[in-house]
């Protein structure tokens, strides 16, 4: 049993004594025993909150007379009654704590019986709240308020048979402190009365008795002016004199709330402990067991409370205006109050343990659910969606067109696509997954064959701030598909399990449930960056489906980003696509393109795209290429960014699917294209129709062109795209230093990337860039 002293940073006070009087040990006589009269210590206390010599707690032998002052006179005066009162007030002076709790703890002989204390205390607590001693209510008859019978309905049962046990040791607690004597020994009787039961029992039926008493002293403090009987009561108990000085009195009521108020909090806490659920933490659980281990230091503590309280309240009646006046009491109170807060503030610390150590086996017990439940055959997707979207919640969900709160089961036996990220979605990301989302309505279709459902994943350590609750608002007002209706709803274990299992790691991703709940892709945000509702089912084997039927063509790496250009496909027109923010190599190559153009006489479109990552910059070079007519361009930096997420999803895609630049001739291509935007200057691909395609960094191109005379018989003879594509061989050389720029999702990467010109393993640098143009 750890020391009392560790739980409170009270002041030791040791009180004045006479050398043949046992520091702490009472000195008052109780008023109707005369001197010399033989009665044993522990049926004799004080009425002050002190301890006592355990010597003279425990030795029924020992006589008042043999410990009281010599010079205490066998008539009690009102002087000698102030001292009985006073004495025994310095509760930090108890010279052993380890042998007081050690007579405590023997005292303890449960017999099994269970209480549900809850309820009992719920009449307590509200006994307590309605004596209220700073302010007297005089009631008038016709304004009484009886309450429903009903509210207690659940109690009746258990209060019939503790009223009999209650109302002993409410008899016990006022006998006691009527005598005036030593608090601690006044305790040791009453955990001796309740040594059957167990710690959480002992301490509310204490408070009940105490309840029991402190509630009819303001009952008929608050009734006395209205009710007869209740005068009758009052003038016998001399309440009319105290309700005169309620101002003088004022300190020693609130001193008297505040321990009130302690006593409950750790009552409340230590039956929380008993509740707390035995399959999560057991007994011998680190923090369970500490606690254990000082809650009957604080069922100690909380019983004195209540001695201390009774005696006080007691203490009021028949008592002159000089004791009525004295702040002592008041201070004593305070200091009691001061301990039994620090007894409830370790114990909370170890309740926030428990709860997170049953919080923890809860998470990984949910988390261990979850994945039993994916590995499980289901009839349809309610028991996966369940456990993902919060089962607790009847609606855990808003519609994205209604924004009305709806069920999980409007999802019932349909393809759910989980659509994970945190707050950091950007606006052309929504922006194009709202096209593909909402592509059936341009198709004339009634209805989309799937749903889709945000998951906002956060961080659940970090605050919740007004700043978070705007941002989720408003992406909810932009999303026309469902959400949840609130990120803290989203379970612990079920991060745990987006994270671990799906690798969610900041970057949005699409997981695709078919209508069992089976994952059928594990992300399939890249096959819907490239395809669009093509994809649908969206299942990592119509990837593979799409994937057999392509080939490396204008349309694959456009898609339908530019409406024109199928158009230019369909007239068979030359079409050149090209990229950087060089201006000056933009103008060379313009300039050289359209003399070539001039020569061959050929219908060539010029389309600026830009980099990946459009910023300022890129912005700055677009109005530049308008205002002095270099080629045409796409306004709206969403193409650009769109044309380049579309190339690293890809990339992404065929390293999902295991395929690598050694076997997959599209990844090749799609691997100098990203390495063309990582290059300082800039890059050009020239097509006609849709496989005719021919590609060059900027200066090999540049310089090409700029020797079209030597080649341009080649263009006659060939056409133009082969002509060009033989020229560009000479420009081939060993020499190169070509960067592959890809996003941090480095966990999806492949540690062995080839290089596209050299074929040979690239080395590998981590690039931190802050762009603010």
């Known amino acids: 049993m750890a020391n009392l002293q560790s739980m409170t940073t009270g002041p030791s006070v040791v009180p004045t004594t006479h050398p043949s009087i046992p520091t702490g040990h009472s000195m008052g006589l109780h008023p109707l025993v005369p001197a010399g009269t033989s009665m044993p210590i522990s049926a004799a206390p004080t009425m002050g909150s002190g301890s006592a010599s355990m010597g003279a707690a425990v030795n029924p032998s020992m006589s008042i007379a043999s410990v009281v002052h010599p010079t205490v006179a066998a008539t009690v005066t009102p002087q000698q009654k102030m001292q009985l009162i006073k004495s025994e007030r310095h509760l930090f002076s108890s010279s052993d704590d380890s042998m007081v709790m050690r007579q405590i703890i023997a005292t303890h002989s449960p017999d099994g019986r269970d209480i549900d204390t809850r309820p009992l205390l719920r009449v307590i607590e509200d006994v307590l709240h309605h004596a209220t001693p700073t302010v007297i209510v005089a009631t008038p008859p016709d304004m009484e308020v009886v309450e429903d019978r009903m509210q207690y309905a659940g109690t009746m049962g258990m209060l019939e048979a503790l009223a009999y046990t209650i109302h002993r040791i409410s008899c016990e607690i006022t006998c006691k402190c009527t005598g005036g004597g030593d608090a601690h020994a006044t305790t040791v009787v009453l955990f001796n009365q309740l040594s059957n039961y167990s710690w959480d029992a002992k301490v509310v039926l204490a408070l009940a ?160 659910t979850l994945v039993h439940l994916f590995d499980t055959i289901h009839v349809d997707n309610m028991k996966i969606l369940k456990a993902l979207i919060y089962n607790k919640e009847d609606l855990p969900l808003v519609d994205g067109l209604t924004k009305k709160r709806v069920s999980v089961d ?33 198709t004339g279709k009634l209805e989309r064959h799937y749903e889709m459902v945000w998951l906002p994943v956060l961080d659940k350590s970090a605050p919740w701030t007004n700043s978070k609750q705007e ?66 089912p969206f299942s990592s084997a119509r990837e593979e489906a799409l994937w057999r039927d392509e080939t490396w063509r204008l349309e694959l790496l456009v898609d339908e980003i530019d409406p024109l250009i199928p158009t230019w496909i369909k007239e068979d027109r030359f079409i050149c696509l090209y990229g950087g923010e060089n ?51 796409w306004p709206d930096l969403v193409m650009m960014w769109f ?107 492949q540690d062995n990337v080839i290089c596209a010109e050299c074929r040979k393993p690239m080395e590998k640098y981590i690039l931190y860039r802050c762009c603010t143009d």
Not at 421 to 440: A, G, K, M, V
Request: net charge neutral; glycine share 4%.
């Open 209 to 368: 008795a105490f309840a029991v008493s402190y509630g009819e002293f303001w009952l008929t403090a608050q009734l006395y002016t209205v009710n007869p009987l209740a005068k009758s009561v009052a003038m016998l108990k001399q309440v009319p004199d105290i309700l005169e000085h309620t101002d003088v009195l004022k300190p020693r009521f609130d001193a008297l709330n505040n321990l009130i108020k302690s006593m409950l909090d750790v009552t409340k806490c230590i039956i929380e402990f008993k509740e707390l659920p035995t399959q999560y933490i057991s007994p011998d659980t680190s923090p369970m067991s500490t606690a254990l281990t000082h809650i009957p230091t604080a069922v100690y503590w909380t019983i004195r409370s209540v001695v201390a309280c009774a005696s006080q309240i007691i203490g009021l009646i028949g008592l002159s205006h000089e004791y009525l006046s004295s702040t002592t009491e008041a201070w004593e109170l305070s200091s009691l109050a001061h301990k039994v807060n620090n007894i409830h503030g370790h114990l909370t610390k170890q309740l926030s343990l428990c709860h997170n150590h049953i919080d923890e086996k809860k998470h990984i017990e949910a988390y261990q």
């Open 410 to 442: 409007v999802l019932r036996r349909k393809i759910v696509i989980l659509f994970i990220s945190d707050l950091d979605i950007s606006r052309e990301e929504l922006f194009i997954l709202t096209q593909i989302y909402n592509d059936h309505l341009s």
């Open 471 to 536: 941002a989720f608002n408003h992406l909810v007002s932009e999303m026309p598909w469902y959400s949840l209706y609130h990120p803290t709803i989203l379970d612990a274990a079920v991060i745990k399990y987006i994270k671990e299992v799906w690798r969610f790691d900041k970057k949005p991703m699409l997981v695709v449930l078919d209508p069992q709940g089976r994952v059928v892709c594990p992300n399939a945000l890249h096959m819907m960056w490239i395809w669009g509702s093509l994809a649908f």
């Open 583 to 633: 201006i000056d190599w933009i103008r060379r190559f313009t300039s050289a393109m359209r003399h070539v153009v001039q020569e061959t006489k050929i219908p060539l479109e010029m389309v600026y795209v830009g980099k990946s990552n459009p910023r300022e910059r890129v912005r700055r070079t677009v109005t530049t290429i308008a205002e002095e007519k270099l080629s045409g361009y």
């Open 643 to 749: 044309f380049w997420v579309r190339l690293e999803s890809m990339l992404h895609s065929k390293m999902q699917a295991g395929r690598n630049i050694d076997n997959d001739p599209i990844m090749q291509e799609v691997m100098q294209m990203m390495s063309f935007d990582g290059s300082e200057e800039g890059w050009a691909v020239v097509s006609r129709g849709s496989t005719e395609i021919v590609k060059a960094p900027g200066r090999k191109i540049v310089d090409c062109l700029g020797k079209f005379e030597e080649w341009k018989g080649g263009v006659e003879r060939d056409g133009f795209v082969p002509a060009l594509t033989a020229a560009l061989v000479p420009y081939e050389t060993h020499e190169h230093c070509t960067r592959l720029i890809l996003p941090g999702d480095t966990g999806r990467i």
